[in-house]
């Protein structure tokens, strides 16, 4: 339940020089690790907007379409119903190998394989059930089971291994390598003849094992032991999951529902372009993910401090951090559509033409910088959810008309709006709760 007590009164946050912050973040003991995570972040968009460029180029656009709302359904349903387990392996996982706690360790591993496991087994019997009108494509039931279960996988082993203290070898293989090795596998199917959807989708299977076989490596086995106990033993694990089952659910609809809702409100030939605009549109937000990596554990004790002023000081400062990067990755967009139609082929014009309105609500997402991360680490995670519960709802009602009346771009509007209206309705909520304001020019606490 979110609590506002306990909250300092308005107070006129210290000044800084930009040179003394410079000089105290590259003076920092954690510089390297900032430093490679970000650069890591970079290749890693970068791969991403590699693998829709080749699987657009190469494949036609029946076949590709089909794969992308293979990928965005198995994601969807990875995320929503697996993604919690990064969540709880990073708060439980990391004080049991503190504690040097070895059955409890090895518990969370049994629960979470066991959550893999039991996902999979549904997704699989449930398939015929979802696919029967015809209306999604995520291919033979074997395969999408067990792509999204090898997602769940990939998730899971990824959280160990940072519980093992290995931050940048995780994000390495999963967000880097797997995306490249797509884009690998695309290409040599289109040389071997074989650029057909099913032939990719069961490449990608092979891409996550691959992934997952890597992440496991750094996973900290040794540091578990047998465990020992009965259900009373899982039951914290289970009491953490639900709120997090709820915001994954949410949050994971709002960037995978318009993919889905354009293969049915649209065709599924429109799918590709309406993915290479929304994959450029995510580079845009990559300032919002920094500001989250550098400044998140400073937003963490500031609030355990109840330290107002520094609150204050890291939401301006990574509101400009992110705004920076949304500059950087925009400029690209204003010399018209050649740039598009050189990466992504035929459909590189109208792909430009959605980006451009998918950057209004990441434009928005960047001005408030990390009000998500904020909300979420100063406990209004409920306030969160319902924020995008709210914008699912908007999302899929304004998408089904607006795709009807104006294809892929109805729904590029609807997302954007969607995106614009969780994101102003959270700061709204969260500036009156925390008495912080939100944005570049913010310059003190709200009243």
């Not at 963490?300 to 500059?327: C, N, V």
């Amino acid at each position: 339940m979110d609590s506002s007590d306990n909250m300092p009164g308005p107070q006129t946050p210290h000044r800084t020089s930009l040179r003394a912050r410079v000089t105290r973040l590259a003076s920092g003991p954690k510089t390297a690790k900032v430093a490679g995570l970000t650069m890591l972040r970079v290749l890693a968009a970068l791969a991403s907007l590699i693998s829709v460029m080749a699987i657009v180029r190469l494949f036609p656009a029946d076949a590709a379409g089909e794969f992308f709302v293979f990928l965005t359904a198995a994601q969807f349903v990875a995320g929503a119903t697996l993604g919690p387990l990064l969540m709880l392996s990073i708060r439980f996982g990391a004080v049991h190998k503190a504690d040097g706690d070895r059955e409890a360790l090895g518990r969370l591993i049994l629960f979470g394989g066991g959550a893999i496991v039991l996902v999979t087994g549904l997704v699989f019997l449930a398939h015929p059930l979802v696919t029967q009108n015809g209306a999604l494509v995520p291919g033979e039931a074997w395969v999408f089971a067990a792509v999204a279960g090898l997602g769940g996988a990939v998730i899971f082993l990824g959280a160990l291994a940072r519980v093992n203290d290995k931050v940048i070898g995780a994000v390495l293989p999963d967000n880097v390598l797997r995306p490249a090795a797509l884009a690998l596998a695309a290409t040599l199917l289109w040389v071997a003849g074989a650029a057909t959807f099913p032939a990719l989708s069961a490449a990608y299977c092979i891409v996550l094992l691959a992934v997952g076989a890597v992440l496991a490596l750094m996973a900290p086995w040794r540091a578990a032991g047998l465990p020992r106990g009965g259900f009373d033993k899982y039951r914290p694990y289970l009491r953490a999951y639900g709120p997090l089952a709820a915001y994954g659910l949410v949050s994971t609809a709002l960037t995978t529902f318009d993919i889905l809702i354009v293969s049915g409100a649209v065709s599924i030939e429109a799918v590709p372009a309406y993915k290479a605009a929304i994959q450029y549109a995510m580079l845009l937000t990559t300032g919002v993910i920094f500001a989250n990596l550098i400044y998140g554990p400073q937003i963490a004790i500031a609030h355990a401090q109840g330290d107002l002023p520094a609150l204050q000081r890291l939401a301006r400062s990574s509101s400009r951090l992110a705004l920076g990067f949304y500059a950087i990755a925009f400029a690209p967009l204003l010399t018209g559509p050649f740039l598009f139609e050189l990466a992504f082929g035929a459909v590189g014009r109208e792909a430009w033409g959605l980006a451009l309105i998918l950057c209004a609500g990441r434009f928005v997402n960047a001005w408030f910088g990390s009000v998500t991360n904020i909300a979420n680490l100063t406990g209004r995670t409920t306030l969160l959810a319902l924020m995008q519960g709210g914008s699912v709802v908007i999302l899929v009602v304004l998408g089904s008309v607006l795709g009807g009346q104006l294809g892929s771009a109805g729904i590029a509007i609807a997302a954007s709006t969607a995106c614009i209206l969780w994101t102003v309705g959270t700061k709204i909520l969260l500036s009156r709760v925390t008495r912080l304001a939100f944005g570049p020019f913010a310059d003190g606490t709200t009243k």
